[in-house]
């Protein structure tokens, strides 16, 4: 079986349904409506997909004024939970969501963090699989239990004490630049970014809902970059889901991966001793 670690085509995607080390994920996702995913997900799904809950499955516990709104889940337990998804360590895992990616490449960062590389975001998601006339069904599927053992790549995310103590990273917001600037803020109860961050809108990686091409995302990148080495970026953005799209454009794009600050905003605005900008200012 070929193996896709960045992103597959619905094409691709048909071609591999049956396989028996295809793992198929759906990680619809309303942060207006938590229940809205899973509602989605038992009308109509991908054949043998299971369904990822944003909170409840790739979010752990929020911790009031330590935590952001989306932190990492406990390591034991979103292992369990990928076992239980059928997923093994030969597993070829697609995830999809209907947002471009915004909830599918939390669960492909996830697992990359993890270290499980084949692990790829449907292009397009699931408006495109069905607009194409693939294959759909309601049906729960009936999985054996994966044998998943994580190889975790610690050196993927960075903590707030880290980005607090040092000063010599670049880093990136993924927020739309209303938000970065601070102009409107409708989630967080602090407007702005943190100081000396660039924006780097994750919306941008897209073009009518599927990823742009591997040399636009590379050109892109390269600009927004400068003399930093890729390694070296730190990327965040309300509480550590959309900024996982950027770490995946990076990775199309042929990059090697950036950190992730997984609290981002959300978490860096609990501790009112920690600096806040607006706008552009450094």
Not at 12 to 36: F, K, T, Y
Not at 168 to 184: I, T
Not at 268 to 281: K, L, Q, V, Y
Request: proline share 9%; charged share 20%; hydrophobic share 40%.
């Amino acid at each position: 079986m070929k193996r896709f670690s960045t992103v597959i085509s619905p094409a691709e995607l048909e071609g591999l349904l049956g396989q028996p080390q295809l793992r198929v994920v759906d990680c619809r996702a309303s942060l207006q409506n938590p229940a809205a995913g899973r509602e989605l997900f038992s009308q109509s799904h991908v054949p043998g997909a299971s369904f990822a809950d944003l909170l409840e499955d790739l979010s752990g516990p929020i911790v009031p004024g330590t935590t952001g709104r989306h932190p990492l889940p406990p390591l034991e337990l979103f292992v369990t939970k990928l076992r239980a998804w059928g997923v093994g360590n030969a597993s070829q895992v697609v995830v999809y969501d209907d947002a471009g990616g915004a909830f599918a490449a939390r669960l492909w960062w996830m697992l990359r963090w993890l270290g499980h590389d084949a692990v790829a975001v449907l292009d397009g998601g699931f408006p495109a699989w069905v607009a194409e006339g693939r294959p759909v069904d309601a049906e729960r599927p009936l999985l054996v239990a994966g044998d998943f053992e994580p190889q975790m790549r610690s050196e993927l995310v960075v903590s707030a004490a880290e980005l607090s103590q040092s000063s010599a990273r670049q880093l990136f917001d993924a927020r739309a630049p209303e938000r970065y600037r601070g102009d409107v803020e409708p989630i967080d109860p602090v407007a702005g970014h943190i100081p000396g961050a660039v924006n780097l809108p994750f919306a941008e990686n897209l073009r009518d809902g599927r990823f742009k091409s591997s040399a636009e995302l590379r050109e892109r990148l390269a600009r927004a970059l400068g003399e930093t080495q890729p390694e070296d970026a730190i990327i965040y953005c309300g509480s550590g889901v959309t900024a996982c799209h950027d770490v995946l454009a990076f990775a199309h794009a042929g990059l090697p991966l950036p950190r992730l600050f997984a609290g981002s905003w959300s978490e860096w605005i609990t501790d009112p001793s920690r600096p806040t900008a607006r706008r552009a200012d450094p």
